[in-house]
């Protein structure tokens, strides 16, 4: 079948509620939306190239490895030969491919644990708040304004300090230990914005006539949420839950800015992006190559991420063929 | 609704008590000291005439003092860090600055996000929605530090446009403004395009063209009003962020505003600090807060916030 005929295909054979539910559908419908294709192939080849490569970046007899300092290779601008070389080295003489290689798999690692933590916190609260009403609302509500009234920083370092050593000495692996304080950290304080969100939308929702009949038809409350509530819901929690991605990915390069983000050696995108920043805007020898490539595989990884949710929303949308004016 | 406004009101006490409680809490156990923090290690009996001094010798003593100087007079004590200064000296020379940079920011990022959004979900598929998302989402796929300094060092430093940075001309305002502007206008675009594209469907708006009203009319005055409503839920805490300042902005062009002090005091453990300026942003996210929540109703009458009709 080409893509010329079955975009031609009625709107009305779209808007079956059968057509939401069919998951045959919906991956053809993934199929022919060029943004996920676009955007979730790059994100793929990046997810590969980071994963792929952790045998090498994590091997530290190779040239490969993250924290592989070579007096000899310092601050080497991109050369041909090695491909370690090609993206030139730091200020201790590590790979910027590689680091920025390994860097990627953490970075990508905190925005999924983060996003899946508040996007589950998130939705939960918002669709009991916003459906229930009530005192319940007030309750959950007035306790998301005051957990929003504290600065999100002074709970991560909190949180770091409070429960790093006692994991530490459980998982006996301190990196670990690191990475999950800083992503119940970063995941805590980002799914208050979600449930905001999903409830000012199942507030809409909650007044107009389909609920009405279900309750009138006197639908369970699960099968009320789960069948008419959530697939109204997509949309929105999609979006936010692609954008909780990269922002939990700048979040954890705002903390590395200030240098309490994942420790050192281990690099992020972000504590590269910190790193490179001076040696890069250094007016007599600027070194570009710290800063441009780290930076473009981030902000390229960012952009499809936005992408891949904007198409997929299109995806979900049940009136998706109507909205032409 | 003035019932309601009354009811959230009462609530704002309790909710910022609660919150001060919360924050001194977390202030309290997390390890380190505001006294001999950093490079300065003091000796034991300078330290103790410090703690004497700023009434932080036990918790018990901490909470006799400083509560009632916050509710008596609204004044947070002196600042444990900066010693001479008090933190209400602080916050009013920071808070206006901050305010005078997060209202050109919030303006800027709310024009063009919803314009930006509106146009792009008209436009769906087309080359201007690729082009616009991918300009717009660039400004929030790079971290601040990169976006502000990448600005600062091509604008001020290579063009020469505007200042290097500082406060004070009107000129230095722009720079800043726009980089603070980025992550809003990304945000409000995007969520503006998505719930366009809803409303763009529904029967209110075919009828709409079908009485012969222009496309203009349409979805500048019919649509872009029910489009809001997800614009209007993150404006809410936008608004409180923004204007209390950001951190990497107030460093990157040196302007002296509160976001500075949101990070630093909580570096420095200046406990009275830390209290000050969570309860500044507090009170500008309740009453935002407040404000969307009234906002809903204006921008959809359907909308019941009080809510007590419902869950039968």
Redesign the interface.
């Known amino acids: 079948m080409t893509a010329a005929m079955t975009t031609n295909l009625p709107a009305e054979a779209m808007r079956t509620p059968d057509a939401l539910a069919a998951p045959d559908h919906l991956l053809r419908r993934v199929a022919r939306s ?1 943004r996920v294709i676009a955007g979730g192939g790059i994100l793929l080849l990046v997810v590969l190239a980071c994963v792929g490569t952790l045998p090498m970046t994590l091997n530290s007899q190779s040239l490969w490895y993250f924290n592989a300092q070579r007096p000899d290779l310092v601050r080497m601008p991109p050369s041909g030969g090695a491909v370690a070389l090609w993206w030139g080295t730091d200020n201790l003489g590590r790979s910027i491919l590689a680091r920025t290689l390994f860097g990627g798999t953490i970075s990508l690692a905190i925005g999924l644990c983060a996003a899946l933590l508040s996007v589950f916190l998130g939705v939960t609260v918002g669709l009991i708040s916003g ?4 005192w319940i ?1 007030s309750l959950l509500m ?1 306790a998301v ?2 957990l ?4 999100y ?3 991560v ?2 949180l770091k ?2 429960f790093e050593q006692p994991l530490i000495a459980l998982l006996r692996y301190p990196g670990g230990a690191n990475f999950i304080v800083l992503v119940f950290a970063i995941g805590a304080v980002s799914w ?2 979600m449930a ?2 999903v409830r ?2 199942v ?2 929702l ?2 107009q006539p389909f609920i009405e009949a279900c309750k009138a038809a006197g639908l369970p409350e699960s099968r009320i949420f789960i069948r008419h509530l959530l697939p109204n819901l997509i ?2 929690i999609t ?1 936010y839950a692609t ?1 909780i991605v ?2 939990a990915i ?1 979040n954890e ?2 903390l590395s ?2 240098g309490i983000g994942i420790n050192p050696p281990v690099p992020t995108w ?1 504590s590269l ?2 790193e490179g ?1 001076l040696p890069a ?1 250094n ?1 007599i020898n600027p070194r570009w190559w710290m ?1 441009v490539f780290p ?1 473009t595989l ?2 390229v990884t ?2 499809s991420l ?1 992408f891949v949710g ?1 198409g997929l ?2 995806v979900f ?1 049940p ?1 998706r063929d ?4 | 609704m003035i019932q309601l406004l009354a009811w959230r009101l009462a609530q704002f006490p309790l909710i910022l008590a609660i919150i001060y409680l919360i924050t001194f809490a977390f202030v309290w156990v997390a390890p380190g000291s505001p006294f001999g923090a950093g490079e300065r290690k003091l000796n034991e009996a300078a330290e103790t005439a410090l703690k004497q001094k700023f009434h932080a010798e036990s918790w018990q003593q901490f909470l006799g003092f400083y509560p009632y100087n916050v509710i008596r007079h609204g004044d947070f004590g002196p600042s444990m860090q900066y010693g001479e200064w008090s933190v209400n000296d602080i916050l009013k020379s920071a808070l206006p600055v901050s305010i005078t940079l997060g209202l050109f920011a919030l303006t800027l990022g709310a024009i063009l996000g919803v314009g930006i959004g509106t146009l792009a979900a008209v436009h769906r598929g087309g080359v201007f929605d690729w082009l616009s998302l991918s300009l717009v989402l660039l400004g929030i796929s790079l971290p601040s530090f990169i976006s502000a300094a990448l600005l600062l060092s091509i604008f001020a430093g290579k063009l020469g446009w505007f200042p290097i940075g500082g406060w004070g001309t009107l000129g230095d305002i722009v720079l800043p403004g726009v980089a603070l502007s980025l992550a809003p206008m990304a945000y409000i675009a995007r969520l503006t395009r998505v719930s366009m594209i809803d409303v763009l469907s529904s029967d209110y708006v075919r009828t709409a063209v079908a009485k012969g009203l222009s496309r203009h009319v349409v979805i500048w005055k019919h649509c872009v009003r029910n489009a809001f409503l997800p614009v209007l839920s993150y404006l809410g805490p936008a608004a409180a962020a923004t204007l209390t300042g950001s951190f990497v902005v107030e460093k990157v062009f040196s302007i002296p505003g509160l976001g500075q002090h949101f990070v630093n005091s909580i570096l420095n453990r200046d406990r009275t600090l830390i209290l000050g300026t969570v309860m500044v942003y507090s009170v500008f996210l309740l009453v935002f807060n407040l404000l969307v929540d009234v906002g809903y109703a204006f921008v959809d009458p359907r909308i019941d916030v009080s809510a007590k009709s419902s869950s039968k």
């Open positions: 060029g459906y229930r009403g009530g609302d007035r304004d005051v929003y009234g504290l600065p920083i002074l709970l370092i909190l300090i409070a208050l914005t905001r969100v000012g939308q507030l809409s909650r007044g949309g929105p979006v954008l990269p922002s700048l390069s705002f800015f200030l972000g992006a910190a920043l805007l007016p800063l930076c981030l902000a960012l952009l936005n904007d929303r299109d949308d009136k109507a909205a032409k004016i």
